[in-house]
């Protein structure tokens, strides 16, 4: 069984930063996704098993980086310049049937219990 743990949530203020981490008890292909209130869940990034690959949904380019650390089996979302609308709750995800990195939320196999951005304007 997998298991994904994440941290790092809380409240922040427009414009600032926080970082997301993910520890997983074995080394995947991840991705974070989120999930605001009354929406449905939606991809955020995703990188390789290797790290060598990564995406990103057009509304976080150039604000928020996923990036990992293989030694520690732990996945990092930094985000910065964090506005209102990215406030939901953000899960990572693994994918254990491949070391690809990708975007479709039926591709990922295990997930973690989530946790809480809020961006106050």
């Known amino acids: 069984q997998v298991q994904l743990v994440e941290s790092g949530g809380g409240l922040v203020q427009a414009g600032g930063s926080l970082r997301l981490s993910c520890a997983a008890s074995?080394?995947?292909?991840m991705g974070w996704f989120r999930q605001a209130l009354g929406k449905e869940r939606e991809f955020v990034t995703a990188?390789?098993?290797?790290?060598?690959?990564?995406y990103y949904a057009d509304s976080v380019k150039g604000r928020f980086a996923i990036s990992r650390d293989n030694a520690k089996n732990t996945v990092y979302l930094q985000m910065n310049s964090l506005k209102p609308e990215d406030t939901a709750v953000y899960y990572c995800?693994?994918?254990?049937?491949?070391?690809?990195?990708?975007?479709?939320?039926?591709?990922?196999?295990?997930w973690g219990q989530g946790t809480q951005v809020t961006v106050s304007s």
């Open positions: 995800a693994a994918r254990y049937r491949g070391r690809v990195a990708v975007t479709t939320r039926d591709e990922y196999d295990y």
């Open positions: 074995g080394r995947y292909a």
């Open positions: 990188i390789s098993w290797s790290g060598g690959s990564t």
